[in-house]
T-cell receptor, first 115, second 112 residues
Framework: GAVVSQHPSRVICKSGTSVKIECRSL??????MFWYRQFPKQSLMLMAT?????????EQGVEKDKFLINHASLTLSTLTVTSAHPEDSSFYIC???????????FGSGTRLTVV | QKEVEQNSGPLSVPEGAIASLNCTYS??????FFWYRQYSGKSPELIMF????GDKEDGRFTAQLNKASQYVSLLIRDSQPSDSATYLC????????????FGGGTRLMVKP
């Protein structure tokens, strides 16, 4: 159990457009999901905590108006990168937990390239 | 001081040797500890978690926790080239949402 599906796995978009990334917990309900960003050869950086039915909590330095997070149900959170620019090119990963001490399962990640 | 610290490496070991990966954390109230493996270009996958002092073994992997010294380690026995990856240590402080705090990761290279 504890499968997290992330889609798309890879996307190339033009500068100035918006991209939506979906994260689904397939076999469990997740009241909380997390969104990370990872630049090449760097560690995971937490962007925001997505809470079902309420506003996301963003980490310091992350623009909430640029990275829109919606957690409309217990199994789906979406991250929309608005007005994307080349510097937004990165590996975006979501994660969710069934709760307890078992930690988190990560989605397969989305490689975003903005040209 | 970072909340979770790891040596970035690379740690290079020969095939068949024991690889020892270490992690220290700053918050004494931390409750559970996780090791993730991340291959290049892939998302992290959970290897083990531990929340009690001592050792926990799973196959070739052993996690060791010492809360008094605030460190957690991962031993990989009979290291294989396929173990070459970045290993991430993560700590759950038991706060709201069970958020994990990650270390920067240690890159492990197992040479044939």
């Amino acid at each position: 159990g504890a499968v997290v599906s992330q889609h798309p796995s890879r996307v190339i978009c033009k500068s100035g457009t918006s991209v939506k990334i979906e994260c689904r917990s397939l076999d469990f309900q997740a009241t909380t999901m997390f969104w990370y960003r990872q630049f090449p050869k760097q560690s995971l950086m937490l962007m925001a905590t997505s809470n079902e039915g309420s506003k996301a909590t963003y980490e310091q330095g992350v623009e909430k108006d640029k990275f829109l997070i919606n957690h409309a149900s217990l199994t789906l959170s979406t991250l929309t990168v608005t007005s994307a620019h080349p510097e937004d090119s990165s590996f975006y990963i979501c994660s969710a937990s069934k709760g307890g001490v078992r930690g988190y399962t990560f989605g397969s990640g989305t490689r975003l390239t903005v040209v | 001081q970072k909340e979770v610290e790891q040596n970035s490496g690379p740690l290079s070991v020969p095939e068949g040797a024991i690889a020892s990966l270490n992690c220290t954390y700053s918050d004494r109230g931390s409750q559970s500890f996780f090791w993730y493996r991340q291959y290049s270009g892939k998302s992290p996958e959970l290897i083990m978690f531990i929340y009690s002092n001592g050792d926990k073994e799973d196959g070739r992997f052993t996690a060791q926790l010492n809360k008094a010294s605030q460190y957690v380690s991962l031993l990989i026995r009979d290291s294989q080239p396929s173990d070459s990856a970045t290993y991430l240590c993560a700590v759950n402080k038991g706060n709201a949402g069970n958020m994990l705090t990650f270390g920067g990761g240690t890159r492990l290279m197992v040479k044939p």
